[in-house]
């Protein structure tokens, strides 16, 4: 069975303090690993994905296959970046994504 | 850009009411999805639906079905509403990429069973 756990429910940090959202796997086959985020009133939107190996507002990613992992992590945090993070995780053999139960970041001023 | 829609923003019913929540996106997408988002839970998996009359049961489908007539619109249905029903139900449309889709969605429906 496919389970994704983000062991923090509420992470707050100072702003420009590091920030890393932690996020772990269980899957047996190739996996496919996501970042949502949902800003206050916004609809839960995409914000990186491990097989695009890309930065996105200064947030990256890195797929850890041996300690099955996929930490967010930012160098500076930014008020803007409060947020509820949520982890996902794809496989070919399901359809459908499976969600961890999310993360509420705090950037206090 | 996707627009997914979903009818209602707040709905307030009663214990043992047949409850109706819509979901129509704009884009063709084959996929569409029904979670529901508890503090705490994260979000689970109701139903999917991955082509017009399919279906397939998610998490936690107990209490639930769904309906797809057609592409653009998938309908979540309680038949029976209860306390325990009450949340934040998103629904959600991709397109299928073998597990890597980014998925698109609506605002969501907060949902109370008095």
């Known amino acids: 069975a496919q389970r994704v756990t983000q062991p923090e429910k509420l992470l707050s940090v100072f702003k420009g303090a590091p920030v890393e959202l932690k996020c772990n796997y269980s899957?047996?086959?190739?996996?496919?690993l996501f970042w949502y985020v949902q800003y206050s009133r916004q609809r839960l939107q995409l914000l990186l994905r491990?097989?695009s190996r890309e930065s996105i507002k200064g947030f990256t990613a890195d797929l850890n296959k041996g300690e099955t992992s996929f930490h967010l992590k930012k160098p500076f945090a930014q008020e803007e970046d409060s947020a509820m993070y949520y982890c996902?995780?794809?496989?070919?053999?399901?359809?459908?994504?499976?969600f961890g139960s999310g993360t509420r970041l705090q950037v206090q001023p | 850009d996707v627009k997914v829609t979903q009818s209602s923003r707040y709905l307030v019913k009663r214990t043992g009411e047949k409850v109706f929540l819509e979901c129509v996106q704009d884009?063709?997408?084959?996929?569409m999805f029904w979670y529901r988002q508890d503090p705490g839970l994260g979000l689970r998996l109701i139903y999917f639906?991955?082509?017009?009359?399919?279906?397939e049961k998610g998490d936690i489908p107990e209490g639930y079905s769904v309906s797809r007539e057609k592409k653009e619109r998938f309908s979540l249905i309680l038949e029976s509403a209860s306390t325990n029903q009450t949340s934040m139900y998103l629904c959600?449309?991709?397109?299928?990429?073998?597990?890597?889709?980014?998925?698109?969605f609506g605002s969501g429906t907060q949902l109370s069973v008095l």
């Open positions: 959600a449309s991709s397109v299928p990429t073998g597990g890597n889709e980014k998925l698109f």
């Open positions: 899957y047996s086959g190739s996996p496919e």
């Open positions: 491990h097989i």
């Open positions: 996902a995780l794809g496989s070919t053999g399901r359809r459908a994504l499976t």
């Open positions: 884009m063709d997408h084959e996929n």
């Open positions: 639906s991955y082509d017009v009359k399919m279906k």
